[in-house]
């Protein structure tokens, strides 16, 4: 399994939990377990790459990035950030590319991202379908987007994969929705990009 894969399943793992009916991200907020913060009126600032990269999620969102690192590769960080009454989940990841890899935002380079991200979704979950694959442009920089469906704890699920190669890492952006709000997820996506800075 590839860094990028690697990456891609631990988000998921964590991400899972906090999908099924009664969070399990939500159970380790409320037992202080993990690293929750109450919703803001206010969006939540978001930094990634030592502060190369910053962005916004909505107020609604609750931050449930684990304290501990324990789980996670050497190199890799993932924050997670939930909403719990309409089940979705942003995820910001970063790892370290592979040599010769550093900003490559070729077509040849972000297929083989989308296949990578696509193996990591299949080792994770049931009936994972690929349903998109295209290129965003954000603050003048070129992401992958890979938009997919799978079942998650039993729940059909909608992702979309936003990845770029930045500062020696690839950048990740994960969205997860319930597959029933899809006009949501859209917007929720939308959103959360067109926040996106690089410094």
């Not at 696509?118 to 003048?140: N, P």
Request: aromatic residues 4%; glycine residues 10%; positive net charge.
């Amino acid at each position: 399994m590839t860094r990028h894969n690697i990456k891609i399943a631990l988000f998921l793992m964590i991400a899972a939990a906090g999908l099924a009916g009664t969070s399990g991200m939500a159970s380790a907020a409320d037992s202080g377990t993990g690293n929750a913060s109450a919703p803001s009126a206010k969006g939540i600032d978001v930094a990634a790459l030592s502060g190369k990269v910053t962005l916004q999620v909505p107020g609604a969102f609750v931050n449930q990035t684990r304290e501990d690192s324990a789980g996670q590769n050497p190199g890799v960080k993932i924050q997670v950030f939930t909403d719990r009454q309409r089940q979705q989940v942003i995820g910001v990841s970063e790892v370290p590319t592979a040599a010769g890899d550093a900003n490559d935002t070729s077509t040849d380079a972000f297929n083989k991202m989308a296949q990578g991200s696509l193996s990591g979704l299949k080792t994770q979950y049931k009936d994972v379908q690929k349903i998109g694959q295209s290129v965003e442009t954000v603050d003048g920089h070129k992401f992958l987007r890979l938009d997919t469906r799978q079942t998650v704890e039993g729940n059909a699920m909608l992702g979309s994969t936003i990845t770029t190669p930045y500062a020696g890492n690839v950048l990740t952006l994960q969205v997860l929705t319930p597959a029933k709000n899809q006009p949501q997820h859209n917007l929720l996506v939308k959103q959360v990009l067109g926040t996106v800075a690089f410094h």
